[in-house]
C-alpha cells in the first residue's frame, strides 16, 4: 500500500470513529436510535471516505463556505402564492408567466377570435428533502416559454410545517401529498390544461393526485414526466448495501428516526458537528458521475441539510406504503416521459421500467452516469426530454427554443 493510500484508509478509519463518537453522544439521549444510526452513517461512511477525505476538513469548510456564497443555483423566483390544504397547512408556491411577444396578441385574436386560448400551464412537484428549487436548471431553460408552476410540499422549503402533523401527530401519507397538490393547482392553475411534472416523492405525489381525481386528469391533464420515481415496492429497495445490511436497516430505521425527531435539537447538533461525513453519504446517494459541478453538489447538500430530522423522520413511513400502479392507467391516452438515471440508488430505474411497462407508449428514457437527482447532474438531458414532451403537447411550438441550462440567475 502507498503512503496516500495509507493516508486516505487512515482517515476513512478516523471518519468511522468520529462517526461512532459521535453516535456514542446520541445514545447517551435517544438510547439505541442513537447506537442504530450511529452503525449506518459509519457503515456509509466508509463507502465514501476515500473520495471526500483525501482534502483536509479545514480546506472542505471554507469551500463550503465559498460555494455558499457564490453558487447561483436556486436563486430563480416567481411571483409568490399561497395555498391551503384540506388540514389548514399552508402550502408555497411561485408562478412564471409566460412573457408576452411584440405583435403576438393582435394574431392570437385574430385566429381565435376575441377570447385567447388559456396557455398550458406546467406544474413541477419536488421530491423528499428537497425543495421547488431542485428543478432550477429545467425553470431556467423554461423561462419566458411556458407558464411554470413551482411548489414546495408540506413541511419543505417555505411551505410551513404539516397542520395534522404538529397538532395531531398524524402521519404524513402519499395521498395527503396528492390532496396538497390538487390545492396548489386550485389555487395557481384554476382553468386550462396542465403539465405535471414530478421527481421521485413528486411522482408519487402526481400519482397519488390522479388515483383520488381522476376527473382531473382526464379533464384538464394534457402530459406527464415522471423521473426519478416508483408507483411501488419501494419496501424492496437495497439502496446499494449488502443484504443483510439492509434487512438490518429496515428493521431498525424507522424506530430510529421516530427516536432522533424527538429529538430534533440535539439531533441537528450531531448533523452539524459530522456535516463532512454526511455530506459525502449526500453525494454517494444523489449522483452517480465523479464530474459533477461542486457548486451543484453543495447546492443538493443545502437543500438535504435543511430539511429537519423531524421532518424527515415523518415523512420516511409513507414511502414502505406507497402502491399506485393502478393510478398510471389514467395516463394511457397521453405523451407521457418516465426518465431514470442508471445510477440512482434511491429509486432505481428498474422502478422507472416497470412504470414504462404499464404505460407501453411512453417514452422512456435511462440516462447512464446518473444517480437519484437527475435533474441536477444532466440537466441538458433531461430538460431536452422535457421540452420534446411539451412540443408533443403544443405547450411550446416545436420551433422554439428553450433557454440554455447555464442561465442559472436570469
Known sequence: MSESSAEVVADAAAAVASATGAAAGWRRATGIAGAAIGVVAAGAAAGVAIERLTVGRGMRKKARLALDSTGPYGSLRGMPGKAYADDGTELYYEVDDVEPEGGSAPRRRRLFGR??????????????????????????ALRGVVRTVHWDQRSHGRSARGVAQVQDDVPVSIEQLGRDLKAVIDAAVPEGPIVLVGHSMGGMTVMALADQYPELIRDRVVAVALVGTSSGRLGEVNFGLPVAGVNAVRRVLPGVLRALGQQAALVEKGRRATADLFAGVIKRYSFASRDVDPAVVRFAERMIEGTPIDVVAEYYPAFNDHDKTE???????????????????????????????????AELVLVPDAGHL?????????????????????????????????SATS
Open 115 to 140: 377570447k385567447a386560448p388559456l396557455p398550458v400551464t406546467v406544474v413541477f412537484s419536488h421530491g423528499y428533502c428537497l425543495s421547488q428549487d431542485s428543478w432550477h436548471f429545467q425553470r431556467a
Open 327 to 361: 393510478a398510471l392507467a389514467l395516463f394511457v391516452d397521453m405523451p407521457v416521459l418516465v426518465l431514470a438515471g442508471v445510477g440512482d440508488l434511491v429509486t432505481p430505474s428498474e422502478h422507472s421500467e416497470a412504470i414504462a411497462d404499464v404505460l407501453p407508449e
Open 374 to 406: 437527475v435533474m441536477l447532474e444532466h440537466p441538458i438531458v433531461v430538460t431536452d426530454r422535457l421540452a420534446d414532451l411539451l412540443a408533443r403537447t403544443g405547450a411550446v411550438p416545436s420551433t422554439a427554443t428553450v433557454g440554455g441550462c447555464d
